[in-house]
């Protein structure tokens, strides 16, 4: 049954629980609910919104709004009933993301807590950034910066320094490991969940961007997902736009290893225009 397009983006949170009750098999228990308290991870959900041949953004580096207000509404929602929302360093640049709830009637404590997924230390964090915005009038809760050279000795931006010491953006640590061979550093998945996790974040939702959700669909990392909701509009990026697709499989020798991997307990919803789809991999955590 698809929804229709009547309804504000930005209704209150009372209407978005509502409308949106078929999410509630794929969402994280209620916050007050202490009954995953000692997971080892946080349950994860993966979120996006993609074109119909599978594309996030038209141009690299760009910002491209594909969702409707109903989308829009709904993802709002679900970062309502989350405890943390988790973007990479390449969104947070070129988005400068706000990552709080609009949704009126929301309180503080059910705001998400901003993470950004930063090992490198690329994001040009600063007092006019969004989401430092945000926190400091009181509409957005402070940014987890989690970043890893500012211990291995390379300094801060100075606008970064004077945002991290007004106590708005924190930083987490995370270790950096080889990849590849040797050839890349990288953090690990399970690495950054330990880490929300000792900080508390029972649930958390990745928005994105591409790198992010093409490492959590790829067959190393999404025994760590828990969902999956993706958004579809109506439209087609074409050649050359940014695609999420997963790394392949491979073998001892390198060869890539063919299958048909797909999502179980599917639900598919239309909202105006756009078609949502809620799924999990087969075991989840």
Wanted: aromatic share 6%; hydrophobic share 40%; charged share 20%.
């Amino acid at each position: 049954m698809a929804m229709s397009a009547a309804y504000p983006s930005l209704m209150p949170l009372e209407t978005a629980s509502e409308l949106f009750s078929f999410l509630e098999p794929y969402l994280p228990p209620p916050k007050s609910s202490t009954a995953e308290a000692h997971r080892e991870f946080p349950r994860l959900t993966l979120t996006y919104v993609s074109s119909l041949d599978g594309a996030i953004t038209l141009v690299p580096g760009t910002h491209t709004t594909l969702s409707g207000p109903l989308s829009t509404a709904m993802a709002h929602y679900l970062r309502s009933r989350h405890d943390a929302i988790l973007v990479g360093a390449g969104t947070a640049i070129v988005d400068d993301p706000a990552l709080n709830c609009r949704l009126p009637g929301i309180s503080y404590s059910d705001q998400p807590r901003p993470v950004i997924l930063d090992p490198r230390g690329s994001w040009p964090v600063s007092m006019k950034s969004r989401a430092v915005q945000k926190a400091m009038d009181g509409s957005g809760k402070d940014v987890w910066w989690l970043h890893n050279d500012i211990f291995r000795g390379v300094a801060l931006r100075p606008e970064s320094r004077e945002a991290v010491e007004s106590g708005r953006v924190k930083i987490v640590p995370v270790p950096i490991v080889d990849g590849m061979g040797g050839r890349y550093q990288v953090v690990t998945w399970e690495d950054v969940l330990k880490r929300l996790a000792v900080q508390g974040i029972r649930s958390v939702m990745v928005e994105g961007g591409a790198r992010v959700i093409k490492d959590l669909l790829s067959p190393r990392y999404r025994h760590l997902v828990s969902s999956v909701i993706i958004t579809m509009a109506p439209v087609f990026l074409g050649e050359g736009s940014v695609h999420v697709r997963p790394d392949s499989e491979r073998g001892e020798a390198g060869e890539v290893i063919y299958r048909m991997d797909s999502l179980e307990d599917v639900t598919w919803r239309g909202l105006g225009k756009d078609m949502v789809m809620c799924g999990r991999f087969s075991q989840p955590p």
